[in-house]
């Protein structure tokens, strides 16, 4: 059991917060604690750090201030666009269709499903290729003069594959139709800029690329109207109540911007490690297969599935040799089901359950990258002489 | 440093192997605790007795306040395949099985012991009240736990000397009640929770006759009560619900209490008579395991345990071949059952035991 040198590979799940970001969130937990809403100068300092962190995420988004709404993590996000938007939608127009690609996020497709069998809305899936791609194509086949909202993942959590979402987003607003990403995994290492993405609402999620966690924004277009699903007090312009998280949106901001400037420099980084990665897997391992696109995915993101294999199993005994991944299937009360977004791409059942998604970090080096690779060969085998 | 031992502990969220991780902790060994999650009937509104939400919440806090890793294994497939699917086998063939040893010698002790050797554990340990020792020829030795009233070496008369090699019993040498006062002591959320039931997979009523009506209904039809002369007495609705010597149920009026003394399957009766009648004293005993690896001698006198909970009754044994052996029992017992375990004892040391075969 390797106890000292622990290998964090799981980047995609959460990320540290960097010590820079931490630095300028400290001094609004107890000396500038005030509350923005406040007529007093404590409420004036805290309003102050608010509307500046604003301020950099719509320069970092290319975007106005006021298109930037703090909600309380990337989840709340796709409820808030999702909901909404549909709840809107047939409400000034009678839209009921909902469009959501199959491999979304579960903030999103959890949602949708209950949108449809709760409220009543239509719900249809939008078709992928064998790597999880919708094209605009797919789209514009698929989008109804009375949809109300098209939701498509920016880049997938599960398999790293990255959507057009330019060129669908073009698609949607030529149309008229509202159009949303989950741009939560993307937001450390693509594009972001709303100009360029066609996109109307983007759901971010601070955890991600070295932020806090607990804190999330979504970009509203402006002039786009979505329905609140959190009342109150008025806050952010009154489509999410509550007193704001300062010190986690200041963070965010911090974490946001840091991400942006640095996509590159991390980027090239990480991606000759993960493309060295994938390669050893794919060569030593049999059985394997990657899963997600080989090129358009995350530069930090590695899926694999592993024929016959338990994937729980798997990660307990990568842990026990000290390297924490993940899996689509991960379940933490041992009944894995089959993963919804493999098993959606038409894998079967002996090879969706083995899965294992490795995902690196600004902190990650090539020793850590060397050492896993000598060890998941010896696991996999052991694992398929016991099981 | 010295090397420490790795020890995976097999948890499920009760006092025994709550106490047993926290020994072995402060013994000093590299704790893992492993829960394994087990089929159950009806999987998707109430989970496996062993391993409900619950149970795996409580395990895991336990581990969390040791300072251990905690992982759940996916065991659903083969508890069903093994210990679900031979216990209907057994019902529909007649005899009354014993699904926790079957569960100790697939599950608990090959499935677990292999992914917890696999992934680099020295050992397995559970929380059964046994005792193991080596003898001076350095074989393993199974012992009764020290707590007469808790002893569970009779469900582990199925383990080999290569399975001992790996396992480890924390709690062999401890009362139940100094596990409850340990469960004080180390501060564990579970001191005051209640034992762990048999038969943990059957549905919400917890009645295994429910089960079988559900999963073996060809087990279940109804049929005739006998005396011992053929005339007939009542009506049964299926040989699942009676076991050999059962009392209650018959639904029968006599002068004299009556006692099932044999099912046939073949007529698909019920022989029953009064308690003079019951009772047999000499029965042949199948797929033996010997601890030891071979039988003490080809005749030897020992204690024998018919049933979990059953009193020793010294016995002669003749072995037959290498895993049959024919007991000879010094008085009748009432409830000798095919399907049950038969498993011998020289004093404190377990030297085996089989199954209760069909055949007289």
């Not at chain 1, 698929?142 to 594959?161: F, K």
């Not at chain 2, 995976?8 to 590299?30: H, K, P, T």
């Not at chain 2, 009354?96 to 599950?107: G, K």
Request: charged share 20%; glycine share 8%; net charge negative.
């Amino acid at each position: 059991m390797n106890q000292d040198n622990l290998v964090y590979l799981d980047y995609a799940a959460t990320t540290p917060v960097d010590p820079r970001v931490m630095k300028v969130m400290l001094p609004y937990f107890s000396e500038s604690f005030g509350n923005p809403s406040s007529i007093h100068r404590f409420g004036q300092t805290a309003e102050s750090a608010l509307e500046n962190a604003r301020l950099t995420i719509a320069q970092t988004l290319d975007c106005l201030p006021e298109e930037i709404i703090f909600t309380s993590c990337g989840t709340e996000s796709d409820n808030l666009a999702l909901r909404g938007s549909a709840f809107l939608a047939r409400k000034e127009r009678g839209a009921n269709h909902l469009l959501i690609s199959p491999v979304e996020h579960h903030a999103i497709s959890r949602t949708a499903e209950q949108l449809a069998s709760i409220h009543g809305f239509e719900l249809e899936y939008l078709p992928v290729d064998s790597f999880g791609r919708t094209s605009m194509e797919d789209v514009a086949c698929c989008l109804r003069p009375d949809t109300a909202i098209v939701s498509a993942i920016y880049a997938n959590n599960e398999i790293g594959t990255l959507n057009p979402i330019s060129m669908i987003g073009q698609l949607c607003r030529s149309r008229g139709i509202t159009f949303h990403t989950d741009a939560v995994q993307a937001a450390g290492y693509l594009a972001m800029n709303v100009n360029s993405l066609n996109t109307d609402l983007i759901s971010i999620g601070a955890h991600k690329f070295y932020g806090p966690k607990g804190i999330g924004a979504l970009y509203i277009r402006k002039g786009l109207n979505i329905l609140p699903s959190q009342t109150g007090g008025g806050q952010e312009y009154g489509y999410r109540a509550g007193t704001q998280n300062i010190p986690y949106i200041v963070g965010m901001a911090e974490a946001l911007r840091l991400a942006q400037n640095e996509k590159d420099e991390r980027t090239s980084y990480l991606k000759p490690l993960r493309d060295h990665l994938i390669g050893s897997i794919l060569e030593e391992i049999p059985d394997v297969q990657l899963t997600g696109h080989p090129e358009e995915r995350l530069p930090n993101h590695a899926s694999f599935i592993f024929k016959g294999i338990d994937g729980n199993a798997l990660l307990m005994m990568l842990d026990m040799e000290g390297f924490a991944c993940s899996s689509g299937s991960a379940c933490k009360t041992g009944n894995p089901e089959p993963s919804e977004v493999l098993t959606s791409l038409g894998f079967t059942h002996d090879w969706t359950l083995g899965s294992l998604r490795v995902t690196l970090g600004m902190y990650t080096n090539s020793s850590e990258i060397e050492g896993f690779l000598k060890v998941l060969p010896k696991v996999v085998s052991k694992l398929r002489i016991i099981s | 440093m010295s090397y420490k031992p790795i020890v995976a502990i097999a948890m499920s969220g009760g006092v025994d192997s709550s106490v047993a991780a926290a020994l072995l902790v402060e013994r000093g060994y590299n704790v893992i605790g492993m829960m394994l999650r087990l089929w159950s009937e009806q999987d998707s509104e109430r989970a496996n007795r062993c391993c409900t939400p619950d149970s795996m919440e409580m395990a895991r806090r336990v581990a969390s306040s040791l300072s251990i890793p905690f992982y759940v294994l996916d065991a659903r497939q083969i508890f069903y395949n093994t210990v679900v699917k031979s216990f209907i086998h057994d019902y529909i063939h007649n005899l009354t099985p014993n699904p926790c040893i079957t569960c100790n010698r697939v599950v608990r002790w090959d499935f677990l012991l292999n992914h917890a050797l696999s992934a680099g554990a020295d050992f397995l340990a559970t929380g059964h009240y046994a005792r193991l020792t080596q003898n001076s020829l350095r074989t393993f030795q199974l012992l009764r736990g020290v707590d007469s009233t808790k002893d569970q070496s009779y469900v582990l008369h199925v383990l080999t000397q290569k399975q001992l090699g790996s396992a480890f019993f924390p709690l062999g040498e401890y009362t139940k009640q100094e596990v409850r006062q340990m469960a004080h002591k180390y501060n564990l959320p579970v001191a005051e929770r209640p034992d762990s039931q048999d038969l943990c997979f059957v549905g919400a009523d917890g009645n295994y006759r429910q089960f079988l009506a559900r999963h073996a209904a060809q087990a279940l039809r109804s049929g005739e009560i006998l005396d011992l002369q053929g005339n007939v007495l009542g009506h049964h609705k299926g040989l699942a619900f009676f076991t050999i010597g059962q009392r209650k149920g018959l639904h029968i009026s006599s002068p004299t209490p009556l006692y099932v003394l044999d099912k046939d399957s073949s007529r698909n009766v019920i022989i029953v008579g009064t308690q003079e009648q019951t009772g047999r004293d000499s029965f042949f005993v199948e797929n033996v395991n010997w601890i030891a690896g071979e039988p003490p001698d080809s005749r030897f006198t020992a204690l024998v345990k018919i049933r979990y909970k059953a009193h020793d009754i010294t016995g002669v044994v003749n072995t037959l071949n290498s895993n049959t052996i024919h007991v000879k029992l010094e008085n009748p017992l009432r409830d000798v059952t095919p399907g049950q375990s038969a498993v011998l004892y020289n004093g404190e040391v377990c030297l085996g035991g089989g199954t209760i075969s069909n055949l007289t």
